[in-house]
């Protein structure tokens, strides 16, 4: 069974940091598109950061700098790290594969992030 | 950036009405656009991806059509359990941008 479980988020100051974690099951990380989705209280949602099977990355121009997309090979898990970290970044983060040219077809339950001093 | 602008933002139907939610891109994106509900503090579930095709196991009332720049999701005799935000999002390039949703609601 496909499945993806986000951990890592929590209550964090204002330029602080947080690393968020997306373990994966059913398939394999090193060889699948992972997209990272957020949505803030109320709001709607917001593609984050993605990247290929072959490693490359493509950001948000909201997060670029700030955020790294990367992966573990070894534990089949999928990261975020999130650095200087500013109060719009408060939301829930969805951690999804990407299926080829099919969208986002399995999500996990996401992890909030709350960015508040 | 190519802009994805749904239409309405929000809509009551009844029971058993054809609900059509419309999103349009500021450039066109060929048939790279995906459609995904998103029930109250729920997960966003895939529906339709590539414009009109439908993800496994969703119920044959969704349908999805357009390509280029103007693309439409239509339920077919809307259900109690449709109650959901609707999103569109395209996939042709960086970024891979998100409509600001469309809220479906039971009159």
């Known amino acids: 069974e496909v499945q993806v479980v986000e951990t890592g988020g929590g209550l964090i100051q204002p330029g602080g940091s947080l690393r968020l974690s997306c373990a994966a099951s059913g398939f394999t990380v090193s060889n699948s598109y992972m997209i990272w989705v957020r949505q803030a209280p109320g709001k709607g949602l917001e593609w984050v950061s993605f990247?290929?099977?072959?490693?490359?990355?493509y950001y948000a121009d909201s997060v670029k700098g700030r955020f790294t997309i990367s992966r573990d090979n070894s534990r089949n898990t999928l990261y975020l790290q999130m650095n200087s970290l500013r109060a719009e970044d408060t939301a829930v983060y969805y951690c999804?594969?990407?299926?080829?040219?099919?969208?986002?077809?399995?999500w996990g339950q996401g992890t909030l992030v709350i960015v508040s001093s | 950036d190519i802009q994805m602008t749904q239409s309405p933002s929000s809509l009551s139907a009844s029971v058993g009405d054809r609900v059509t939610i419309t999103c349009r891109a500021s450039q066109d994106i060929s048939n790279y656009l995906a459609w995904y509900q998103q029930k109250p503090g729920k997960v966003p579930e895939l529906l339709i991806y590539t414009a009109s095709t439908l993800q496994s196991g969703v119920p044959s009332r969704f349908s999805g059509s357009g390509s280029g720049t103007d693309f439409t999701l239509t339920i077919n005799s809307l259900q109690p359990e449709d109650v959901a935000t609707y999103y569109c999002?395209?996939?042709?390039?960086?970024?891979?941008?998100f409509g600001q949703g469309t809220k479906v609601e039971i009159k």
């Open positions: 999804a594969r990407w299926y080829l040219n099919r969208g986002a077809d399995y």
């Open positions: 990247i290929y099977g072959n490693g490359n990355t």
């Open positions: 999002q395209k996939y042709n390039s960086v970024p891979w941008t």
